[in-house]
């Protein structure tokens, strides 16, 4: 342990007449609760002159000595920052605080010196000019930031009996953990407020998309029952083909669903395995023909000299289907869809055309937001999950996902995902 102490004011003296008027007292009560320490150490040891008339000599001064070293070493161990003594000209009379340590120049260098800028970070221009303010009867408090540390710097004035101002006293103290932990609190606070709307946004879409498909399906079979017509077996095949459609809805939505969750609590993994690639996205277009608008067709092109990639089929499966069945969902009926694929020896090309609703400008940044629709859109069922999911998918393929679109004209999608020993570098 180090103290420094100059010999025209030591730390008995520097606060015992400091308590004669009480403002040294009302700035320990602004400062953390270590100050209010120093204060009852000099009590004590005023408290003990004062009854030198009572007592002996020799215990007056041990009880001053004791209360001294006391008040010394809760002055030099104060938590995480400085505590100083300067006169008029701001020159130091004291240093402690467990900060002393982090000093470009020792404690004992400063002593008798100005204070200047490179003394601590906590001092900069305006803080000394503030501090010089303190002489004027002001107390003074100000925040600072220096590189990734805070401090926050507290002064008031030591006031002799006849109330002049010789000295200052100085508090730093170092606030980045306390900065850091509100701000950890704030984000807390804000994810909390974000989740209760998204779950508020949840439960009325969920309500709404799960009871249209649900309607559909028991509307279908009902009809199934009661039809008996001569054209039973064509209006069976349409009922049929209602009722596959309202199903894969549901899958859709209970699969969008169930991913967010995966996604926020991060048990979804990257997982490469070896697919080969023709069939495999022939099989997605199989499973997407079902929920075709009226003589929608989908155009598939396959560029590739490699039949076998390696990737992570669940998550390229996602991607897929989520733009296909968006590119059928926003468009009307007769309408050609381009599905285009191209695998070069480390990258694997998505795009998805169609000619449908288009996205206005001022929409475009905010599509691959959760739950975000359209205002062109409001008619057409959907949640608002799927390009926010397939983003996300993209983003742990360590992909890149972008768009051009027009209003009424259509949109462009295309996905760009690494391939290969280039996913796996990265991956790993």
Partial sequence: MILVLSPLL??????GVSLGIGTAFDMFLLVPPIAAGIVAAVRASSGSRKSTKARTTSTSRA??????????????????????????????????????????????????KSLTENFHPSINANGIAQLRKVFEGESVEYEVASGSQSYRVTATAITTEDEQVQEILVIVRNITATIRLENNLKRAQQKEKEFNILRSRFVTLASHEFRTPLSTILTSVFLLENYSGDDYEQEKLAYIDKIKRAVHSLTDLLNNFLAIGKLEEG???????????????EGILQEVVSIKKVRQD???KLESDHEWITTDKQLLRHIV????????????????????????????????????????????????????????????????LGLNLVKKYVRLLKGTIQFTSEVNKGSVFTVRIPLTRALEKQVG
């Fill in 10 to 15: 030591n730390i008995s003296q520097m606060a």
């Fill in 63 to 112: 009880d001053a000595e004791r209360s001294e070293r006391i008040l010394e070493s809760i002055a030099m161990n104060y938590p995480d920052g400085l505590v100083l003594a300067l006169d008029r000209k701001l020159k130091f009379l004291f240093i402690g605080g467990t900060e002393v340590s982090t000093l470009k120049k020792s404690a004992k260098y400063w002593m008798g």
């Fill in 267 to 281: 048990k979804i993994r990257v997982e490469l395995s070896d697919l080969e690639i023709k069939p495999f996205l």
């Fill in 298 to 300: 989908i155009t598939f």
């Fill in 321 to 384: 289907i989520n733009l296909l069945t968006n590119a059928i969902k926003y468009s009307p009926p007769h309408e050609e869809i381009r599905f285009d694929a191209k695998v070069t020896s480390d990258t694997l090309l998505i795009r998805v055309e169609d000619r449908g609703t288009g996205i206005p400008e001022h929409e475009q940044s905010q599509i691959f937001k959760r739950f975000f629709r359209g205002q062109n859109a409001t008619n057409i069922d959907g949640t608002g």
